[in-house]
């Protein structure tokens, strides 16, 4: 199972970044968010390690699916 970053580390970068004030569990939040993209960066990758019948998911499969993940996530 993955480790989660430890939320007392991750609060205090949030605090030095952001010059808001910021919620109880906004860190929480991010991680999820964080989890959740690395999930779909996964599915996407080994859908597209299918379309090529490769068997692994190689590091070119990661970046072309990177680059669109991350422009629909730019928002």
């Known amino acids: 199972m993955l480790t989660k970053a ?3 580390n991750l609060k ?5 970044k952001a ?3 910021i ?7 991010v991680q999820l ?5 690395l999930h779909r960066l996964a599915e996407e990758s ?14 070119q499969h990661i970046k072309d699916v990177s680059k669109k ?5 730019r928002g």
């Open 6 to 8: 430890p939320r007392k």
């Open 12 to 16: 205090s970068l949030m605090k030095k």
């Open 19 to 21: 010059h808001l004030k």
């Open 23 to 29: 919620g109880t569990n906004a860190d929480l939040m």
């Open 33 to 37: 968010s964080v989890m959740m993209f």
């Open 46 to 59: 080994r859908a597209k390690a299918f379309e090529e019948k490769s068997a692994t998911i190689k590091p």
């Open 69 to 73: 993940l991350l422009k629909g996530a």
